[in-house]
């Protein structure tokens, strides 16, 4: 009788979901790989996050929107790359001034979205979307043996509804992505 042959191992793939982060290092100029610690969370410019959810609304004038809401665990090197607002936000919360800091005020941003860190093309890019419901705060994951605590920062980015943008709204929920997020420059013209 023929033996079976050992099933065959595949190849990890360049894009990382947020479960598979874990088992990833953070990409440091000049570090090697042995003093990098934890997760990779910035490589790029780009920042690892969730793509939670779209959420859709209207306006007073029936104007359409979706939102998308993104969370990111933050790790130290999230610490050279997020917004001044956030980041002081983040130190209330780990200095023990409380569970969480909402709505935090971020000026509108230009939102590119890749499916990899390595990606040279974007999946979406959002420009002057208006960031909603910041928060960051303490989070308690469960599931995986022992309940682990971490400071999870979260927003949702807001756009007037296009093909695009719905597209991606509806297929791409519950997947990790890498974000660059830079300010959109106001109008010089008033």
């Not at 000049?30 to 990779?40: D, K, R, S």
């Given at each position: 009788m023929a033996k079976k042959p050992?099933?065959?191992k595949t190849k990890p793939t360049k894009s990382v979901s947020m479960k598979d982060q874990e088992q990833q290092v953070m990409d440091i100029p000049?570090?090697?790989?042995?003093?990098?610690?934890?997760?990779?969370t910035v490589v790029n410019g780009r920042i690892?996050?969730?793509?939670?959810?779209?959420?859709?609304?209207?306006?007073?004038?029936?104007?359409?929107?979706?939102?998308?809401?993104?969370?990111v665990k933050l790790t130290e090197?999230?610490?050279?790359?997020?917004?001044?607002?956030?980041?002081?936000?983040?130190?209330?919360?780990?200095?023990?001034?409380?569970?969480?800091?909402k709505d935090i005020a971020i000026a509108p941003?230009?939102?590119?979205?890749?499916?990899?860190?390595?990606s040279p093309s974007e999946e979406l890019i959002i420009v002057g979307g208006v960031i909603e419901h910041a928060?960051?705060?303490?989070v308690e994951e469960r599931?995986?043996?022992?309940?682990?605590?971490?400071?999870?920062?979260?927003?949702?980015?807001?756009n007037e509804r296009t093909k695009n943008l719905i597209n991606f709204a509806c297929w791409k929920d519950g997947?990790?992505?890498?974000?660059?997020?830079?300010?959109?420059?106001?109008?010089l013209l008033g």
């Open positions: 050992a099933p065959r000049g570090a090697t790989l042995e003093e990098q610690p934890g997760p990779i690892l996050a969730e793509y939670v959810k779209p959420v859709f609304t209207r306006d007073k004038n029936d104007d359409r929107f979706v939102a998308l809401e993104f969370a090197a999230h610490k050279t790359i997020l917004p001044h607002k956030v980041l002081d936000a983040w130190r209330f919360v780990d200095g023990g001034g409380g569970e969480g800091v941003q230009t939102v590119r979205i890749f499916l990899t860190s390595d928060k960051v705060d303490i599931g995986k043996g022992e309940a682990v605590k971490f400071t999870r920062y979260s927003f949702r980015v807001s997947q990790g992505v890498w974000l660059e997020c830079k300010p959109t420059q106001t109008s």
